[in-house]
Antibody, heavy 120, light 108 residues
Framework: QVQLQESGPGLVKPSQTLSLTCTVS??????????WSWIRQPAGKGLEWIGR???????NYNPSLKSRVTISVDTSKNQFSLKLSSVTAADTAVYYC????????????WGQGTLVTVSS | QSVLTQPPSVSAAPGQKVTISCSGS????????VSWYQQLPGTAPKLLIY???KRPSGIPDRFSGSKSGTSATLGITGLQTGDEADYYC?????????FGGGTKLTVL
């Protein structure tokens, strides 16, 4: 079955750009009708949807983050990526990648998550 | 502040039944499918219910979902200590995916 795995630096300095990659295994990122999404969760808090990319390459972003977010896909590597610019301590969170169904908009499966800390 | 409202916590004894509510509006629950997720301590969320009331393969029928108007409910019967977790509802809202604030289930 499809599995997702996040990777990237665990520590980012304030004002710099956070970059994460999600590697999809067990299936092609180009097959089926799915969005590929990023979601984050600050420690002790709830889930916040960051944005998504469709298999066609079209994107949707959370309006509260839109000015700082870029999501891209590399079908040759079966990966999609997140870039979040001008980070502050408020961006410290566990970042998850997930597959989103394009009909019911539910998320399954999820990656295990990766903690990104913004600190100097 | 989440656009979907969940109670912060619920509790019940082993073997009992509990329900968790998720309240929204016409821009989200009222016109879109609802999903539910279980997050055990230290792990990623896991899909429990999708399309309001469907269970993915492997999810026991102790878990059920329903929707009426602008509210949705997750039901769990035959509570087990292993059900202690945070539960989140989710749906589409106008231009973004939205989650409830989460409900912590304690099995006493």
């Amino acid at each position: 079955q499809v599995q997702l795995q996040e990777s990237g630096p665990g520590l980012v300095k304030p004002s710099q750009t956070l970059s994460l990659t999600c590697t999809v295994s067990g299936g092609s990122i180009s097959s089926g009708s799915y969005y590929w999404s990023w979601i984050r969760q600050p420690a002790g808090k709830g889930l916040e949807w960051i944005g998504r990319i469709y298999t066609s390459g079209s994107t949707n972003y959370n309006p509260s983050l839109k000015s700082r977010v870029t999501i891209s896909v590399d079908t040759s590597k079966n990966q999609f990526s997140l870039k979040l610019s001008s980070v502050t301590a408020a961006d410290t969170a566990v970042y998850y990648c997930a597959r989103e169904d394009d009909y019911g908009y539910h998320f399954d499966p999820w990656g295990q998550g990766t903690l990104v800390t913004v600190s100097s | 502040q989440s656009v979907l409202t969940q109670p912060p916590s619920v509790s019940a004894a082993p073997g009992q039944k509990v329900t968790i509510s998720c309240s929204g509006s016409s821009s989200n629950i009222g016109n879109n499918y609802v999903s539910w997720y279980q997050q055990l301590p230290g792990t990623a969320p896991k899909l429990l219910i999708y399309d309001n009331n469907k269970r993915p393969s492997g999810i026991p029928d102790r878990f059920s979902g329903s929707k009426s108007g602008t509210s949705a409910t997750l039901g769990i019967t035959g509570l087990q200590t292993g059900d202690e977790a945070d539960y989140y509802c989710g749906t589409w809202d106008s231009s973004l995916s939205a989650f409830g604030g989460g409900t912590k289930l304690t099995v006493l």
